[in-house]
């Protein structure tokens, strides 16, 4: 199965009566933080020439990306998010460094563009922007600095426990904002995509679309899941109606525990709902906050 695990919404088949939808970095993976430390933030460092303000670079791509309400935000509003806030800190006027507007990259994330490497190819043939030119540059540089230190992503210690219980009762999908690619070669190295019956990406849409396409005629909205790390993957779940419980930042591996030991037992008793899943939640808020440590 690992080698044929669909890729969409419509070629998946369903077998129970209940869906759940994973995120993958962060959640899943234990690769969200090994990513934006050592891919992410070292790229635009090297793109747009911010040696000078290294340590600064570093503190701010890491909030959004990881400490804040964005956590989870696709990359390239995620990018514009970082390069705005540095623009804004006083460390960098006083280091003498200039970080250009970006007005295109601005004008593409406000689009209807795809959020993609496929959805940014579109917009450079439509405006022959050299800016997103070098955004493209920097997206296939974060790809290809994930891809040469792979090794150093890996799934919480219980995700496969997790899946193997879940999967007896439960279809799991996969909904991600990482290329399908990448999501694919991550899954299968580490025998997960073995219990899912969909590997979903980027390009397939935000998550909450790709969890709407998963559920169309198939699952009520009492009887759908979403498991991720990040209030991107709330708002999943909120738009289409359906549950959510949170791997909270930080404590993640107990977060999958308490899946297995109770969480995933009170969704199919249809007791999850309420109470439960609002303490949950205001958990999982407390830990990201939407204010930098630094102020503005």
């Given at each position: 199965?690992?080698n044929?695990?669909?890729?969409?919404?419509a070629?998946?088949?369903?077998?129970h009566e209940f869906?759940?939808?994973?995120?993958s970095?962060?959640?899943?993976?234990?690769a969200?933080t090994?990513?934006?430390?050592n891919?992410?933030?070292?790229?635009?460092?090297r793109f747009?020439?911010l040696?000078?303000i290294?340590p600064?670079v570093e503190?701010?791509?890491q909030?959004?990306?990881l400490?804040?309400?964005?956590?989870g935000?696709?990359?390239f509003p995620?990018l514009?998010?970082?390069?705005?806030?540095l623009?804004?800190?006083?460390e960098?006027?006083?280091?003498?460094v200039?970080?250009?507007?970006?007005?295109?990259?601005?004008a593409?994330?406000?689009?209807?563009?795809?959020?993609?490497?496929?959805?940014?190819?579109t917009?450079i043939?439509?405006?022959g922007?050299?800016?997103?030119?070098l955004?493209?540059?920097?997206s296939n540089?974060?790809?290809?600095?994930?891809?040469?230190q792979?090794?150093?992503?890996?799934p919480?210690?219980?995700v496969?426990?997790?899946?193997?219980?879940?999967s007896q009762?439960?279809?799991v999908?996969?909904v991600s904002?990482?290329?399908?690619?990448?999501?694919?070669?991550?899954?299968?190295?580490?025998?997960?995509?073995a219990?899912?019956?969909?590997?979903?990406?980027?390009?397939?849409?935000s998550?909450a679309?790709?969890?709407?396409?998963?559920?169309a005629g198939r699952y009520?909205?009492?009887?759908?899941?979403?498991?991720g790390?990040?209030?991107?993957?709330?708002?999943?779940?909120?738009k289409?109606g359906?549950?959510?419980f949170p791997t909270?930042?930080?404590?993640e591996?107990a977060?999958w525990?308490?899946l297995?030991?109770e969480?995933f037992?009170?969704?199919?008793?249809?007791?999850y709902?309420?109470?439960?899943?609002?303490?949950?939640?205001?958990?999982?808020?407390?830990r990201?906050?939407?204010?930098?440590p630094?102020g503005?």
């Amino acid at each position: 199965m690992t080698n044929t695990v669909p890729t969409s919404a419509a070629a998946f088949e369903k077998r129970h009566e209940f869906l759940v939808a994973v995120d993958s970095d962060g959640c899943a993976m234990d690769a969200m933080t090994f990513k934006h430390v050592n891919c992410f933030t070292p790229e635009i460092t090297r793109f747009w020439r911010l040696e000078k303000i290294t340590p600064v670079v570093e503190q701010t791509e890491q909030f959004v990306n990881l400490y804040s309400t964005w956590r989870g935000l696709n990359r390239f509003p995620a990018l514009l998010m970082v390069l705005d806030l540095l623009r804004d800190r006083p460390e960098v006027k006083a280091a003498g460094v200039t970080v250009p507007p970006m007005a295109d990259l601005r004008a593409f994330c406000q689009s209807k563009h795809p959020q993609s490497n496929a959805g940014l190819k579109t917009a450079i043939e439509q405006t022959g922007s050299d800016e997103l030119r070098l955004v493209m540059d920097w997206s296939n540089g974060v790809n290809a600095s994930v891809a040469r230190q792979g090794e150093g992503v890996k799934p919480f210690a219980s995700v496969k426990a997790a899946l193997a219980m879940m999967s007896q009762q439960a279809d799991v999908i996969v909904v991600s904002q990482m290329p399908h690619v990448s999501c694919h070669k991550e899954w299968t190295e580490h025998g997960l995509a073995a219990y899912v019956a969909m590997l979903g990406g980027q390009e397939l849409g935000s998550k909450a679309e790709q969890l709407r396409a998963a559920m169309a005629g198939r699952y009520p909205t009492a009887h759908v899941l979403m498991v991720g790390d990040a209030p991107g993957d709330l708002e999943a779940a909120s738009k289409n109606g359906v549950l959510f419980f949170p791997t909270v930042p930080g404590e993640e591996e107990a977060s999958w525990q308490r899946l297995i030991a109770e969480a995933f037992e009170l969704f199919v008793c249809r007791r999850y709902a309420g109470s439960y899943q609002e303490a949950r939640v205001e958990e999982f808020r407390r830990r990201l906050p939407d204010t930098p440590p630094w102020g503005r």
